[in-house]
């Protein structure tokens, strides 16, 4: 797929959430994306990747019932290839736009649920140290900020020790804004 000609890059807001730099061209991304589907139509895993990616923005945007749709559409793909580790990104995602509706039922089991495979999972423990800040963001949106702040630790040891500067600062960002909720 070639590089989408349009401008989604997002920032955090003081509540931890995703804001697109131009909404207005994260649309017209989606949109993008959208058009991609049948070029892709023989190569599930690519198609799979555009409907992820689909979700994740359209969560972004807060067409959160869209966002649904595209994450299940990726997940199913991907339960017919053998790619796992998408899979279990996009269940990821899908936990958090549910975050985003404020359905912290099914959040927090679906949070649970993907900590623990990715504790246990060798090829998923990569990126245990994204399902704890997510699982984070979804305590600090239910205003339990001292157990968010724990799990933001933990994904920040992982960070260090992974020496990715950028997600390092996102982690340190998240510790501040929750402890300045306390």
Sequence with gaps: MSAIPFNLDFYFDENLREVPLSKAEMMKGIEFLKKQIPIFQ???NEVAKIYGLMGVYLRIVKELEESKKYLRLA??????TSNDNSLFVNELRLAHTYQWQKDFYTSNQMFK???EE???????R???DFVYQHYAKNLFDQ????LAISYFHKALNLRIQKGQKDLIESTEYAI????GKL
């Excluded at 997940?75 to 017919?80: A, C, G, K």
């Excluded at 205003?143 to 001292?146: G, I, P």
Aim: aromatic share 6%; glycine share 4%.
């Design 126 to 128: 990569g990126i245990l």
């Design 143 to 146: 205003e339990n900020y001292d």
């Design 42 to 44: 023989n190569d599930k």
């Design 118 to 124: 990715a504790e246990i999972c060798d090829e998923r």
């Design 75 to 80: 997940i199913q793909t991907y339960e017919s």
């Design 176 to 179: 501040h804004i929750c402890k």
């Design 113 to 115: 649920k993907l900590m």
